[in-house]
């Protein structure tokens, strides 16, 4: 597997990592899919689950596996945990390691000026002390926000960046802006929603002709060190790892990104090219409401919706996201449904 250097950090990391957060529940698939990635010659995974009784089951299995990862370590996030909350985890993180170390101590969902004004710099004060103790050694951010995210990277705070990075985002000026400003500042920069959470394989149920092949290619074709593809089991980490023999033929997105509004014709990739929003209604994340409430209940999906500070009521159906979406979707159909869902 290739590998590329992640940043300044100066650790080089295979091209493809692990994201964890969609894996089928016991111990066994989490072994089998850790074995495959370092079998393939990768390393860097993305541990996002921060909660004393994951650790309590999962731990061992990371420690078998550990001298050939690269982890990072998450924070807690500053839109649902407290400092305390988040440290007090971190601490159950690192001993569950086995190492009492990270590699990267990764502050989680920092998508608002608030937080990042806020929670970061509070959480960093707190990060730094673990560098010093030689507990951490870098320091990231996730985020979906892209001024919070060019904001965190020019600051010179953070040495490595998680953000989606996918074909929705080709051409999209921002994004490319953002990705300069990480080689510029030396930032490493890992690819989540390389797939952008699976909807770009169907349309209604129908394959729509992208691949994980053409995802990754296209990926990998920026400043990108690693993504983290974050597969439900063992067929989907394999899905992934047939990158590594496709043809060029096989990984040439090219044709496919001619061919994104066809392929994609009504179905929401919360691209968020529909804003802005005359009464800053944050239209995506509705749509993305939507499909979640889909695949589980109002009741996990209200909190989040409430996070948002937002009265999607206050639509008035002005049709200005309609007209700029580039894939034909019924969004006022789709912001009715979260005013009924949410109140």
């Known amino acids: 597997m290739e590998q590329r250097q992640l940043g300044r950090t100066g650790r080089d990391v295979g091209i493809i990592g692990l994201g964890t957060e ?12 850790l074995g495959m990635l370092v079998d393939a010659g ?26 050939n990862l690269v982890a990072a370590a998450h924070w807690g996030d500053g839109q649902r945990f407290d400092l305390d909350y988040c440290q007090a985890c ?12 990270a590699e990267v101590a990764m502050i989680a ?9 806020g929670f970061v710099q509070q959480s960093l004060e707190r990060l730094w002390r673990y560098q010093e103790q030689g507990r951490v050694g870098a320091i990231g951010m996730s985020g979906h926000d892209l001024s919070v995210a060019l904001e965190a990277v020019q600051s010179g705070l953070i040495d490595v960046l998680m953000f989606p990075v996918n074909l929705v985002g080709y051409g999209n000026e921002g994004d490319a802006a953002l990705y300069q400003a990480c080689v510029e500042h030396d930032v490493g920069l ?40 974050g597969p439900k089991n063992v067929d989907e980490m394999q899905a992934t790892l047939r990158y590594l ?15 994104l509004p066809r392929l994609l014709h009504g179905k929401c990739v919360y691209c968020h090219h529909c804003l802005p929003c005359p009464v800053d209604i944050p239209v995506g994340w509705m749509m993305w409401l939507v499909d979640m409430t889909d695949r589980g209940t109002v009741e996990e999906a209200r909190p989040i919706y409430e996070s948002f500070h937002t009265d999607v009521s206050s639509c008035t159906e002005c049709g200005e996201c309609v007209a700029r979406c580039p894939f034909g979707v019924d969004i006022m159909a789709g ?3 979260v005013a009924e869902l949410f109140g």
């Not at 969902?109 to 004004?117: A, F, L, N, R, S």
Request: glycine share 10%.
């Open 22 to 33: 969609h894996l089928e529940p016991g111990p066994e698939v989490l072994d089998r899919v």
């Open 42 to 67: 990768g390393n860097y995974v993305d541990l996002l689950y921060v909660k004393p009784e994951y650790w309590e089951t999962y731990g061992a299995v990371y420690r078998t596996h550990r001298a």
């Open 90 to 101: 971190f601490d159950g993180m690192l001993a569950a390691l086995g190492s009492g170390y």
């Open 109 to 117: 969902v920092i998508d608002t000026q608030e937080v990042w004004d």
């Open 190 to 229: 890992v690819a989540m929603k390389a797939y952008h959470g699976g909807v770009l394989f169907t349309v209604d149920g129908r394959p729509s002709g992208i691949t994980p092949a053409h995802c990754l290619s296209y990926v990998y074709s920026l400043p990108v060190a690693a993504a983290v593809p």
């Open 245 to 259: 023999e496709a043809t060029a033929e096989e990984k040439d997105y090219g044709p496919v990104v001619g061919d």
């Open 335 to 337: 912001l009715r449904k």
